[in-house]
């Protein structure tokens, strides 16, 4: 010691040491939060005492870090006192719970009081507890459609107005206000979209601007399961090919035959030439599962049979020999059913139908989809449908005839008679093959597809709709009607105002002459393109009213897409391992491990300065 030295600089000087090893200390668990986090794992361990081998992610990536770096060793564990040592269950949790606000309170600021829609769906946990997700939809400064998740509230109650109360909770935490709510995106379910008490009418009596939206992905799955459930041949086809899963994926032993089979069978193409090498071909595949509320499984589904039948085949056969005799059974009755032209056309004609379904869907879930294209591409897929019902006939019948000859069929002619199975020929109807298939099964379920369809996208004959169109900024602006577009303003009583609607009549005559003599707007795709573009060019300022419109065009809620991401996210965080999670704890796990993007965002120096704020600490730093 310098004898010398005053006193109040010696205590000034280990003052400034011990604040100096509490900011690293901090800054490095900060870090593993972060790292944990992001990857969505487990913090505590089983066994966290000190000669466990396995003390849990958390104080096991925190001893790596100080074994590899003598800076945080000497701040950390045996070289800190035992009551700073930052390590403690509850200072996680409070880290992780400033995590968790900041980056909401990012998205909230990146927000800056715009106007924006709702997607709400609720799930249960691995506990069965039941979780309302909330995911916010906005345009952000620069024009570009934006959803995030802001937070998943446990409701005791699936009731519309058990959903409503917490909905109202949650705002009132983040400050939201439901006067600045333009839409509502919904899945079908009777509770959220009910006329008279759904969760959808009860925020309309609030805010009558708030247009609700039924999932367009959620429509088009329910269009397609409509007709496999009520085309009896269709319907039969699902059933045999939910059979085959079971039978053939039933047992590990039999998947591992498949895709030995079908690992053989690639390698003998390979040789024909018949495939192409090279990097991502010929990947692994196997037989899916196919779900309802799994959007295109069943494609995935029929294109797997289709890609593996062969092998699917001689894993029947294998089980015809080897099962006992209720499998024998199944095996026999597949391999007959399978190996028929009825099952192949069948198989082709529902594969080339939710092909186009399935590439539908996939642009549904794009988070920054707008409705007005939305609506577009469904008429595009019914264009498809019907181009395939007008013209598709001898294509569809050459790739089936092309397969039954690959793989030893039966082609049937279509010139012969009709024969019921089972039924003798003077029983059976005086039609030929061509009608059977022809207009039977192709026409019939292309038929019942469109109309389907045309029963549930009806939006598209909605006035709003119509005139939201008018904002399109294709082909120079074609589709602008100025009166249908101070129609759409009136749509938004809150929005404009009657002097507001005489400005936008005259703004709006200005606004579509610049546009279509500027070259920057001269070849855009849909309006998502329109607003970047007003803002980049500064033109949101020169007409704030008809950029307005714009916003309000692209908020409205298109699919529930981002929720249901967020329930996958759940039961990765919220695992059979970690069921005892609680419902603050789950909430700020899934906020910061889902908006990773907005979390990279925040400084170490935020975390720790509401951390600092949050409580009285022992130790206290200046700066804060």
Not at 359 to 374: G, H, P, T, V, Y
Not at 428 to 457: G, P, S
Not at 499 to 517: G, N, P
Request: aromatic fraction near 8%; include cysteine.
């Amino acid at each position: 010691m310098n004898q010398k030295q005053h006193i109040a600089t010696f205590f000034e000087r280990q003052s400034e040491k011990t604040q100096s090893e509490y900011e690293t200390r901090l800054n490095v668990v900060v870090d593993c939060i972060r790292f944990l986090l992001n990857q969505g794992l487990a913090f505590r361990g089983h066994d966290e005492s000190d000669g466990s081998s396995n003390k849990g992610n958390f104080l096991e990536l925190l001893h790596f870090l100080a074994d590899h770096n003598e800076d945080i060793n000497a701040v950390t564990f045996k070289n800190t006192p035992l009551n700073l040592q930052m390590t403690s269950p509850k200072i996680q949790k409070d880290i992780v719970s400033c995590v968790a606000t900041e980056t909401t309170n990012a998205i909230i600021r990146e927000m800056d009081g715009a106007l924006f829609s709702i997607l709400i769906d609720e799930s249960r946990d691995i506990s069965t507890k039941e979780q309302m997700a909330v995911v916010l939809r906005y345009v952000d400064k620069n024009g570009y459609v934006v959803e995030r998740f802001v937070g998943i509230e446990h409701v005791s109650s699936t009731t519309a107005a058990s959903l409503k109360e917490s909905l109202d909770n949650m705002f009132s935490r983040f400050g939201l206000s439901l006067s600045m709510l333009r839409g509502q995106g919904y899945d079908g379910a009777s509770n959220m979209q009910g006329e008279f008490n759904g969760l959808k009418t009860l925020i309309l009596e609030e805010n009558e601007s708030a247009y609700y939206v039924h999932c367009f992905a959620h429509q088009l799955q329910l269009a397609l399961i409509s007709v496999a459930k009520k085309h009896e041949e269709v319907n039969s086809l699902f059933n045999l090919v939910s059979m085959l899963v079971n039978v053939v994926g039933v047992s590990a032993k039999r998947r591992d035959i498949l895709h030995e089979k079908h690992a053989l069978a690639v390698i003998e193409a390979l040789g024909k030439g018949e495939l192409s090498s090279g990097q991502g071909l010929n990947q692994e595949i196997t037989l899916k599962r196919p779900a309802d509320t799994r959007w295109s499984s069943h494609y995935g589904t029929l294109m797997s049979i289709i890609s593996m039948f062969p092998s699917v085949v001689d894993v029947l056969e294998v089980i015809e020999v080897e099962g006992n005799s209720e499998q024998r059974f199944q095996a026999n009755t597949l391999l007959k059913l399978m190996q028929s032209f009825d099952f192949v056309f069948c198989l082709f004609l529902m594969k080339n139908i939710l092909g186009y379904a399935n590439e539908l869907s996939r642009a549904l879930q794009r988070k920054d989809q707008d409705i007005l294209n939305a609506v577009k591409l469904v008429e595009v897929y019914k264009h498809n449908l019907q181009k395939l019902r007008d013209s598709g006939w001898d294509s569809l019948f050459g790739q089936v005839s092309t397969f039954c000859s690959k793989h030893d069929i039966d082609v049937l002619d279509m010139d012969d008679l009709f024969l019921i199975p089972g039924r003798s020929r003077r029983k059976a109807r005086e039609i030929t093959n061509l009608h059977r298939y022809r207009v039977e099964l192709f026409y019939a379920v292309l038929d019942m597809q469109l109309q389907e369809l045309n029963n549930r996208f009806n939006e598209s004959n909605t006035q709003l709709l119509i005139c939201l169109a008018c904002l399109c900024p294709n082909d120079l602006f074609a589709a602008f009607d100025k009166e249908k577009l101070l129609r759409l303003a009136e749509f938004y009583p809150k929005d404009f105002s009657a002097i507001d609607l005489i400005a936008l009549e005259m703004q709006l005559d200005v606004y579509i002459m610049d546009l279509r003599s500027s070259a920057e707007f001269s070849e855009l795709k849909g309006i998502g393109e329109l607003a970047r573009t007003m803002v980049k060019t500064k033109k949101d300022k020169v007409y704030p009213l008809v950029y307005q419109l714009v916003t309000l065009a692209l908020i409205l809620p298109v699919a529930t897409a981002t929720v249901e991401r967020v329930f996958s996210a759940m039961n990765f965080v919220k695992n059979r391992l970690r069921n005892r999670m609680g419902d603050q704890w789950l909430n700020d796990n899934l906020v910061v491990y889902i908006e990773k993007d907005v979390f990279a965002c925040i400084d170490n120096e935020d975390i720790i300065r509401r951390f600092q704020n949050m409580k009285t600490r022992r130790e206290q730093l200046k700066k804060f």
